[in-house]
């Protein structure tokens, strides 16, 4: 299963996963990396990963069934509302009816296990400023047991905010193992606001995503990763998103780092927002500039 790893800080939200993904062929699993997007961005403060299956709805592409599922659920609201738990309701609701379509039912139930991961920002009545947080819509967790070993009938969303000031990190798929954990617990204890924080942050994220690699082949070497500011919903309404080549204080950030290279490239999510569904961004070296076009693929 993919690997997808979630740090929340008082000013980021971060997130790596690695880009292996689990196609169905004639009723088999067959893992190979692939260039699609596995990265979906909702409204400039959501950006959803995913683990399982990565072929979902008519075009067999999950994150264009991902972006759909958001975009129809958003456009469902009464206007002025934008409670994300009725989304992630919808969503929910949604891929537990995909998940009951016969090739997929086919398949033993320890390889339909999914789960959408998202890293989020939000304001909640309890909390004086936006704080991040994380959501898991998935079919194989249980809020006691936790992860379990195969899907469960139905999907359901699970909500996880970090407290003020302090920091929580996550990973969902593939297991770390103790050196690993460590890696990641040390993320917390090193201050946010720190000059280069994001940027070393999603270099040891990235590390530990290629150190489960070498052990499990289900685990790619190719790591996309993305940075949420928390300034990106302060007291502003942004009518276009902007990604940027680096960790930005002030814009979200989408680096791609290619199997065997330490040099990131661009590499644009599938965006929704206001009815609207982006997908395919080229992605360039950040050596030679750090424009990005919408292209074919």
Same mark, same amino acid.
């Given at each position: %299963?993919?690997?997808?790893?979630?740090?929340?800080?008082?000013?980021?939200?971060?997130?790596?996963?690695?880009?292996?993904?689990?196609?169905?062929?004639?009723?088999?699993?067959?893992?190979?990396?692939?260039?699609?997007?596995?990265?979906?961005?909702?409204?400039?403060?959501?950006?959803?990963?995913?683990?399982?299956?990565?072929?979902?709805?008519?075009?067999?592409?999950?994150?264009?069934?991902?972006?759909?599922?958001?975009?129809?659920?958003?456009?469902?609201?009464?206007?002025?509302?934008?409670?994300?738990?009725?989304?992630?309701?919808?969503?929910?609701?949604?891929?537990?009816?995909?998940?009951?379509?016969?090739?997929?039912?086919?398949?033993?139930? *320890?390889?339909?296990?999914?789960?959408?991961?998202?890293?989020?920002?939000?304001?909640?009545?309890?909390?004086?400023?936006?704080?991040?947080?994380?959501?898991?819509?998935?079919?194989?967790?249980?809020?006691?047991?936790?992860?379990?070993?195969?899907?469960?009938?139905?999907?359901?969303?699970?909500?996880?905010?970090?407290?003020?000031?302090?920091?929580?990190?996550?990973?969902?798929?593939?297991?770390?193992?103790?050196?690993?954990?460590?890696?990641?617990?040390?993320? *917390?204890? /090193?201050?946010?606001?720190?000059?280069?924080?994001?940027?070393?942050?999603?270099?040891?994220?990235?590390?530990?995503?290629?150190?489960?690699?070498?052990?499990?082949?289900?685990?790619?070497?190719?790591?996309?990763?993305?940075?949420?500011?928390? *300034?990106?919903?302060?007291?502003?309404?942004?009518?276009?998103? /902007?990604?940027?080549?680096?960790?930005?204080?002030?814009?979200?950030?989408?680096?791609?780092?290619?199997?065997?290279?330490?040099?990131?490239?661009?590499?644009?999510?599938?965006?929704?927002?206001?009815?609207?569904? %982006?997908?395919?961004?080229?992605?360039?070296?950040?050596?030679?500039?750090?424009?990005?076009?919408?292209?074919?693929?």
């Amino acid at each position: %299963m993919t690997l997808v790893l979630s740090l929340l800080t008082p000013t980021h939200a971060l997130q790596a996963s690695d880009r292996k993904v689990v196609s169905i062929c004639r009723g088999e699993i067959v893992e190979e990396d692939d260039q699609r997007n596995k990265a979906v961005l909702f409204r400039d403060r959501w950006a959803f990963g995913f683990t399982g299956l990565a072929e979902l709805g008519p075009d067999r592409r999950t994150d264009l069934w991902l972006a759909e599922a958001l975009s129809r659920a958003d456009q469902s609201l009464p206007p002025g509302d934008h409670d994300p738990r009725v989304l992630f309701r919808a969503v929910a609701r949604r891929a537990t009816d995909e998940f009951r379509r016969r090739e997929i039912l086919r398949l033993p139930s *320890k390889l339909r296990r999914h789960a959408f991961v998202g890293v989020c920002w939000g304001r909640f009545p309890d909390a004086a400023q936006p704080l991040p947080y994380l959501v898991l819509i998935s079919n194989f967790h249980d809020p006691k047991a936790g992860e379990l070993g195969c899907a469960t009938d139905a999907f359901d969303f699970f909500i996880d905010r970090a407290d003020p000031g302090v920091s929580s990190v996550y990973w969902t798929g593939e297991l770390l193992d103790r050196s690993e954990v460590r890696a990641m617990s040390a993320l *917390k204890r /090193i201050d946010p606001r720190a000059p280069g924080f994001a940027a070393a942050a999603i270099r040891l994220m990235v590390e530990q995503v290629r150190s489960v690699a070498n052990r499990r082949r289900t685990v790619g070497r190719g790591v996309l990763t993305v940075e949420i500011p928390g *300034k990106v919903i302060e007291g502003r309404k942004a009518e276009r998103f /902007i990604l940027h080549g680096s960790p930005d204080a002030d814009q979200v950030t989408f680096l791609y780092f290619p199997p065997g290279s330490e040099d990131a490239t661009i590499h644009g999510p599938t965006y929704v927002g206001e009815g609207t569904v %982006m997908s395919d961004f080229r992605a360039c070296s950040l050596r030679s500039g750090s424009s990005h076009n919408p292209a074919s693929q």
